[in-house]
């Protein structure tokens, strides 16, 4: 429960997408989706602000990057899909 007290403290403004990218609105909350199953349930490390950012981005590059399958990409990790497709050359 830790944690969602100091998500309660932050400070966020909500903006309304226009219909020009209110499809994006699907992708954000998948997203957020994910984060919250796969991540936050797991988070066990401390709570403030700069810890929590520093694990979820080193969760994204590690994890959410170049291990996880999406479905969009046929199954195949974001970094996968770019080494494939010679779109990026991707270090290893």
């Not at 990790?77 to 010679?86: I, V």
Request: glycine letters at 4%; proline letters at 4%.
């Amino acid at each position: 429960m830790g944690n969602l007290r100091v998500l309660a403290r932050i400070r966020y403004q909500a903006l309304r997408p226009s219909s020009k990218i209110s499809h994006i609105r699907g992708m954000v909350e998948r997203l957020n989706r994910t984060f919250r199953e796969e991540f936050w349930v797991y988070y066990e490390e401390e709570v403030d602000l700069d810890t929590m950012n520093f694990h979820l981005e080193r969760w994204t590059e590690k994890v959410y990057n170049r291990k996880r399958p999406h479905w969009s990409l046929g199954y195949r990790s974001p970094w996968e899909y770019l080494r494939d497709t010679g779109l990026v050359e991707c270090p290893t």
